[in-house]
T-cell receptor, first 113, second 115 residues
């Protein structure tokens, strides 16, 4: 069975500071991992995905994530936070068939001006 | 990229009435679609898997008689909330899997408010 755990339901950073959102996964098979962003009253937007290719994945809006098998982690980072990055972020893992997604509990990012 | 739409984007209904939410894949076919419910400040919880031409598969704890799912075509799945109650008020999101990239395409969501 697959699952993800997001450490920290709320993260606050200053504008221009490093963003680090944590995600650890549990999977009995090589996982496919995703990060999504959700703005208020909107659906999910894909930031990036890991599907067993390069372990360092670059996504949209300057975000990237690194797959570390030894740590079962897939943390999301961005070197410099912008005000527009304030949103809810979800880590997700899918099963080998890629059909069913399992979401983390989400991390709310606040950017302080 | 592939697009999934939902209609309506928001709906208000009275307690005891039923409301239908549509999920469409606009430029691709989807034999499977997923329905999620999201309460405020919480994550997405999978409610059911919609299968074209067959019965939906419901997650444990989801009342199939209350949340009726119909996947009548390769591009349309509908979720009907029957005899809605205020506790059914939530954000409902559908998704459809991409053909070969192991990702899901999510709809923009439907905000249901039951008064």
């Amino acid at each position: 069975a697959q699952s993800v755990t997001q450490l920290g339901s709320h993260v606050s950073v200053s504008e221009g500071a490093l963003v680090l959102l944590r995600c650890n996964y549990s999977s009995s098979v090589p996982p496919y991992l995703f990060w999504y962003v959700q703005y208020p009253n909107q659906g999910l937007q894909l930031l990036l995905k890991y599907t067993s290719a390069a372990t360092l994945v670059k996504g949209i809006n300057g975000f990237e994530a690194e797959f570390k098998k030894s740590e079962t982690s897939f943390h999301l980072t961005k070197p410099s936070a912008h005000m527009r990055d304030a949103a809810e972020y979800f880590c997700a893992v899918s099963d080998p068939a890629g059909n069913q997604f399992y979401f983390g509990t989400g991390t709310s990012l606040t950017v302080i001006p | 990229g592939a697009v999934v739409s939902q209609h309506p984007s928001w709906v208000i209904c009275k307690s005891g009435t039923s409301v239908k939410i549509e999920c469409r894949s606009l430029d691709f076919q989807a034999t499977t679609m997923f329905w999620y419910r999201q309460f405020p400040k919480q994550s997405l919880m999978l409610m059911a898997t919609s299968n074209e031409g067959s019965k939906a598969t419901y997650e444990q704890g989801v009342e199939k008689d209350k949340f009726l799912i119909n996947h009548a075509s390769l591009t349309l799945s509908t979720l009907t909330v029957t005899s809605a109650h205020p506790e059914d008020s939530s954000f409902y999101i559908c998704s459809a899997p991409a053909f070969s990239s192991y990702e899901q395409y999510f709809g923009p969501g439907t905000r249901l408010t039951v008064t």
